[in-house]
């Protein structure tokens, strides 16, 4: 997959390919530009996520509704196994079934919680990213037919709050629902916007762009994480009282920053910058001694890709792609953070798509790899949530 811009409401959607899953149980391709003239749905969707399941079934109405005018897409980036082991569970034949080798499709629709869903118009035009349940047999006939639609997003835009006040109270919210590119707010205009829990939301994270993030029933350590672009692993809640921090309703917030192309500061500083005004929260790099899982060469030579078979990215995928797909599923390691000690570097190409389809247990799969896996304890460099300790003067 070439390296294009995210993609955006009310603008065409960059083509891509997806391997899909046929009836024959192999993978072909699919490109978004084959698929000019229907709606196409895709649905980023895993086999453990509970409200997941439901939404396929609906879809899976919606299409035998439509028939070709309409193209629904379940994406995965779980392995093989777990999805065909779902597929011959369940009742679902007109769905397609595509596998998210190397979570390119996650960067590309980036988000953080599932399900998510994504609505491309007969033109390729996106027209929504939103939750299954928002979209029903009605928006998918209007879209069908060219017609106008209101689409509720995954995102809230409100009012912009004041800075830091004597209460750090926050201001209400006001929920704007987009139906098209008009609607959308000015991308001119810097917006800070920050409410409280929204009833019903679930909790979740959009980038729809490098300048556009939004946060929905968020806990604030959760937003830094993602700010800092860390794994649950190398992330240490250290302050007084956890129980401020937790996932309920009254810890948790809704936060939307955009900043226009014409300030140069990332979302990162600006959302950073804000937080550290609102909120006692403080955060630092330091560390820690943890046990981690080590990736090391085994006796066997490392076996080394020259491209990706499924045929979704041309340079195939490397050893930080493993890193990272171990520690997105830390049941894999035992939750543990996962660290490159193969002397090899990050970007070695190494046969991924492979050891994702293959059934087996991790250290087999890391031995057809010519790797292997132990743990260790280490000094590993974490992101530290810390509360700043306030200085009083003594009394004359």
Same mark, same amino acid.
């Given at each position: 997959?070439?390296?294009?811009?995210?993609?955006?409401?009310?603008?065409?959607?960059?083509?891509?390919? *997806?391997?899909?899953?046929?009836?024959?149980?192999?993978?072909?391709?699919?490109?978004?530009? %084959?698929?000019?003239? =229907?709606?196409?749905?895709?649905?980023?969707?895993?086999?453990?996520?509970?409200?997941?399941?439901?939404?396929?079934?609906? &879809?899976?109405?919606?299409?035998?509704?439509?028939?070709?005018?309409?193209?629904?897409?379940?994406?995965?980036?779980?392995?093989?196994?777990?999805?065909?082991?779902?597929?011959?569970?369940?009742?679902?034949?007109?769905?397609?079934?595509?596998? !998210?080798?190397?979570?390119?499709?996650?960067?590309?629709?980036?988000?953080?919680?599932?399900?998510?869903?994504? #609505?491309i118009d007969k033109n390729g035009v996106v027209k929504a990213f939103?939750?299954?349940?928002?979209?029903?047999?009605?928006? $998918?006939?209007?879209?069908?037919?060219?017609?106008? #639609?209101?689409? #509720?997003?995954?995102?809230?835009?409100?009012?912009?709050?004041?800075?830091?006040?004597?209460?750090?109270?926050?201001?209400?919210? /006001?929920?704007?629902?987009?139906?098209?590119?008009?609607?959308?707010?000015? *991308?001119?205009?810097?917006?800070?916007?920050?409410?409280?829990?929204?009833?019903?939301?679930?909790?979740?994270?959009?980038? %729809?762009?490098?300048?556009?993030?939004?946060?929905?029933?968020?806990?604030?350590?959760?937003?830094?994480?993602?700010?800092?672009?860390? =794994?649950?692993?190398?992330?240490?809640?250290? $302050?007084?009282?956890?129980?401020?921090?937790?996932? %309920?309703?009254?810890?948790?917030?809704?936060? /939307?920053?955009?900043?226009?192309?014409?300030?140069?500061?990332?979302? @990162?500083?600006?959302?950073?910058? @804000?937080?550290? @005004?609102? &909120?006692?929260?403080?955060?630092?790099?330091?560390?820690?001694?943890?046990? $981690?899982?080590?990736?090391?060469?085994? !006796?066997?030579?490392?076996?080394?890709?020259?491209?990706?078979?499924?045929?979704?990215?041309?340079?195939?995928? /490397?050893?930080?792609?493993?890193?990272?797909?171990?520690?997105? +599923?830390?049941?894999?390691? +035992?939750?543990?953070?996962?660290?490159?000690?193969?002397?090899?570097?990050?970007?070695?190409?190494? !046969?991924?798509?492979?050891?994702?389809?293959?059934?087996?247990? $991790?250290?087999?799969?890391?031995?057809?790899?010519?790797? =292997?896996?132990? %743990?260790?304890?280490?000094?590993? +460099?974490?992101?530290?949530?810390?509360?700043?300790?306030?200085?009083?003067?003594?009394?004359?």
């Amino acid at each position: 997959m070439a390296q294009v811009d995210p993609p955006s409401i009310g603008k065409v959607c960059p083509d891509f390919g *997806i391997s899909v899953i046929t009836p024959s149980g192999n993978e072909k391709i699919i490109n978004l530009r %084959e698929l000019r003239g =229907k709606v196409v749905i895709l649905e980023f969707w895993a086999t453990y996520c509970a409200p997941c399941i439901p939404s396929l079934s609906h &879809f899976e109405r919606i299409k035998k509704q439509y028939g070709n005018a309409v193209e629904i897409i379940a994406i995965s980036d779980e392995n093989r196994d777990k999805v065909d082991a779902f597929i011959a569970k369940r009742n679902i034949h007109n769905v397609l079934f595509g596998m !998210d080798w190397g979570h390119k499709l996650n960067e590309l629709f980036f988000h953080h919680f599932i399900p998510h869903t994504v #609505v491309i118009d007969k033109n390729g035009v996106v027209k929504a990213f939103t939750a299954p349940d928002e979209i029903d047999a009605e928006i $998918v006939g209007k879209l069908i037919r060219n017609q106008r #639609v209101e689409i #509720v997003m995954k995102q809230e835009f409100q009012n912009a709050i004041a800075n830091n006040n004597s209460n750090n109270t926050i201001s209400n919210r /006001t929920t704007t629902v987009l139906s098209n590119a008009n609607n959308t707010p000015n *991308i001119n205009e810097l917006r800070i916007s920050l409410s409280p829990y929204i009833e019903g939301k679930p909790t979740e994270f959009i980038k %729809e762009s490098e300048k556009h993030w939004v946060f929905t029933n968020c806990t604030l350590s959760l937003i830094y994480q993602i700010l800092y672009n860390q =794994k649950d692993s190398r992330v240490k809640l250290e $302050v007084p009282d956890e129980s401020k921090y937790a996932s %309920e309703p009254n810890n948790q917030y809704c936060l /939307t920053i955009h900043i226009p192309e014409s300030i140069d500061k990332s979302v @990162q500083e600006v959302a950073l910058n @804000q937080l550290a @005004q609102l &909120f006692p929260l403080k955060a630092k790099f330091e560390l820690r001694s943890q046990t $981690v899982f080590v990736l090391e060469k085994a !006796d066997s030579s490392v076996v080394v890709s020259s491209s990706d078979s499924t045929g979704i990215i041309q340079k195939g995928l /490397t050893i930080k792609d493993l890193v990272g797909y171990l520690e997105s +599923n830390p049941h894999l390691v +035992n939750n543990l953070a996962v660290l490159n000690q193969t002397a090899l570097p990050d970007t070695t190409l190494i !046969d991924l798509d492979w050891f994702q389809n293959y059934n087996d247990a $991790v250290p087999n799969k890391l031995k057809t790899l010519g790797l =292997k896996g132990t %743990e260790q304890m280490v000094d590993l +460099n974490c992101l530290i949530l810390y509360e700043e300790k306030k200085i009083t003067k003594d009394a004359p």
